[in-house]
């Protein structure tokens, strides 16, 4: 089990309270007592509130351990998350992907290319593994949660049950899918550019006259095809997006220090890390691990003697996932 050790201020460039202090996530030294970490006014201003999910269904004491990123902190950050658990790593992908081909926006002749490649790793994605299953078990094990939450006498109860119906609607929609996607295989457009999308400069009007055609085509008949396309897919986005604020939303940001550029850890079972660096440190976080151990190791965006190690102390915020 981990412990919390708090030491004197790092003083950094960064503006801070005189009465902040940082806080070192190590396994060697004893737990702190809870009146030295106490945070501070300051830093609880800086730490985010609940989400509006969350908002109101715990109590105070299970309010501290969901609260989810929030952009009103002091600061600029650069944000990274890294998936300790491999179902946890499809979902953040296939989140990624559909950031590419934004679905609300219209395709033409200047973006297809990105919606395009979008949709077919989507595809490609949901085709090797059975994401839709692994949706609708996580869901399951949410709403037991949820059921627990339901059971203690200081939530707010119109809260946890419109969470509550979030996810069994979530349910209910995803369980009648067959195989997602399936329909788009048997659409010839879709069929034809698919295979020459894996070839270099291979949507060129020769390539594929059917695609050049459609591009010529009025605007609502493109959104019209676009919606359809989509629509094998939005009921599983729902669910897995859904499931993703869940997973977030379970745990809060703490300042820990990397000491020398490194920190490794051993913890009870995780699905994912979300780390917040201050955007003035001139390293990156390389992430290595499984669920029950991790190491974060930085470095330096501007290599320095042929190392490419960052060696200074780093202070960061760092949200551990169960």
Known sequence: MMSLTTTAPWKTSRPRS???????????????????????KRRRAEMSYQSDLFQD??????????????????????????????????????EHLKQLLKPEQTVDATNYSRYFDALFAIL????????????????DRRRGQIQIWAQHPDVNQDQVQ?????????????????RIGSHLKQDR???VTRQRFGMPGGTCNFDVPQLHF???????????????????????????????????G??????????????????????????RVPDEVPAYPVISGHKQRFSIRFLSCTPQQ?????????????????
Not at 221 to 226: A, G, L, P, S, T
Not at 306 to 322: Q, T
Request: hydrophobic share 40%; aromatic share 8%.
């Open 306 to 322: 042929g190392k490419a190690s960052f060696e200074n102390n780093v202070e960061f915020e760092l949200a551990l996932c169960p």
């Open 18 to 40: 005189p009465n902040s202090t940082r806080t070192t996530l190590s396994l060697r030294h004893p737990p702190v007592p809870a009146s030295r970490s106490k945070p501070t």
């Open 162 to 178: 419109a969470l509550a119906n979030r996810v069994q609607d979530a349910i209910k929609s995803i369980q009648p899918l067959t």
């Open 214 to 248: 459609w591009l010529h085509q009025d605007q609502a008949k493109r959104d019209e095809d676009c919606r359809r396309w989509w629509h094998e897919f939005s009921v599983l986005f729902n669910g897995l997006e859904l499931e993703l604020q869940l997973l977030r």
């Open 57 to 94: 269904v715990a109590t105070v004491e299970e309010a501290a351990i969901i609260e989810p990123m929030s952009e009103k902190f002091e600061g600029a950050t650069i944000n990274y998350e890294y998936p300790l658990h491999e179902r946890v790593r499809t979902y953040l992908r296939l």
């Open 250 to 275: 379970q745990a809060h940001f703490q300042w820990v220090v990397a000491e020398g550029g490194l920190l490794q850890e051993s913890t009870e079972p995780l699905s994912l890390l979300r780390i």
């Open 189 to 191: 457009l879709l069929s």
């Open 124 to 139: 490609e994605l949901c085709e090797r593994s059975d994401v839709r299953t692994d949706v609708q078990k996580d869901l």
